[in-house]
């Protein structure tokens, strides 16, 4: 994959997150995901994890100033055409990623507000979740919660339809330009009765977009698999490379969702660790994945189908 150039420049995009030494979230996920997109991807470590695809054996935070002072770097000098949050472990890193990101200009903002190993690991503090809330939700352009961050950042829990639509009018609310409710933690028997009034007999993988007052719905088949190590950072990052390519923040996430969909699939047989392995981050880039608002949209191979209403 060569540099994407838009309007003669090379475009750019930031991660600030924590490191996963074993490569499949966390920076690393991100970076591999800027690179497959084009993107020329920078770096802000806000904690360095001993990871594998077994869990989770140590964090090391980083000093707020310490994480500072990466964003002034690379952003007095670099610049970026948009920047995602991933893990960020505790309360001071979040107030000083928040005056960063107020003290430079970062035109686009994905935020995905990562809480929870999949193997169970914390990585963020308990006392972080109000500064989360009430700092980063208003700043994002983009949310991406799965089913139980959403949860926490609502205060309550999310088992239905009808409240998993209150739960991204509620972060709306609170500031966020696009709420994506991600369905990876979806029970599969949820799918069978849907919003848009067709039911789906297959398990499905549904996220929830809520963006100008529409919901737009994403579906791809739910695939059988435990490498699932790594998919919301990869997802988000995805998300954030095509909006510093300069693409709209559906047609964005149509093609991040169907990035991750391939990229679950790819890896389905990898040999990559003994327990919940990566997703393949050289999976293909399906830029035509062009949508309305407003609708139902099935990804079972490209282009994204839309379903009757
Ligand atoms: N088994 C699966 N089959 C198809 N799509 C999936 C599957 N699991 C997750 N996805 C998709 O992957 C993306 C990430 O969703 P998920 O809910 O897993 O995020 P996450 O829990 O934040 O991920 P992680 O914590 O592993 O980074 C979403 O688009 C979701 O629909
Ligand atoms: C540094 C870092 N960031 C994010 C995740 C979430 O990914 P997952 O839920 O798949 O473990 C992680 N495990 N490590």
């Known amino acids: 994959m060569e540099a994407v150039i838009v309007n003669g420049h090379t475009v750019r995009a930031l991660t600030i997150a924590g490191s996963d030494s074993g490569g499949g979230a966390g920076i690393q996920a991100d970076l591999k ?9 920078m770096s802000v470590v806000t904690a360095v994890t001993a990871q594998n695809t077994l869990g989770v054996q140590g964090v090391h935070e980083l000093d707020a100033e310490f994480v500072q002072m990466q964003m ?10 948009a920047a995602k949050t991933g893990m960020l472990a505790n309360e001071s890193i979040i107030h000083a990623v928040v005056d960063g990101l107020e003290k430079h200009a970062v035109p686009y903002l994905v935020v995905d507000p990562v809480m929870v190993a999949k193997g169970g690991a914390p990585l963020i503090s308990p006392e972080a979740i109000d500064a989360l809330r009430e700092r980063l939700v208003p700043r994002a352009d983009v949310i991406t919660p799965n089913i139980p961050e959403a949860s926490v950042l609502c205060g309550h829990p999310l088992e239905t339809w009808d409240e998993y639509h209150r739960a991204a009018e509620q972060l709306a609310k609170a500031g966020a330009q696009t709420v994506v409710i991600k369905g990876g933690h979806m029970s599969p028997f949820q799918s069978t009765s849907t919003p848009w009034g067709r039911n ?3 398990p499905v993988s549904v996220d929830i977009v809520f963006c100008n007052g529409d919901y737009t719905y994403f579906l791809t088949k739910r695939i059988d ?6 998919t919301g950072c990869t997802y988000s990052a995805a998300i954030t490379s095509m909006l510093a390519r300069g693409y709209s923040v559906l047609d964005a996430i149509a093609v991040a969702k169907a990035f991750i969909f391939q990229a679950i699939e790819g890896a389905k047989d990898w040999d990559v660790g003994q327990g919940h392995g990566p997703t393949d981050h050289f999976a293909n880039v399906p830029l035509g994945s062009s949508v309305e608002p407003g609708g139902a949209y099935l990804c079972d191979g490209l282009p994204w189908v839309r379903l009757d209403q």
Not at 33 to 41: A, I, K, R
């Open 200 to 202: 789906i007999i297959d």
């Open 33 to 41: 995901t800027m690179h497959q997109f084009g993107v020329y991807g």
């Open 72 to 81: 002034d770097s690379v952003l007095d000098d670099i610049g970026t055409d």
């Open 225 to 230: 698999t435990r490498k699932t190590h790594g």
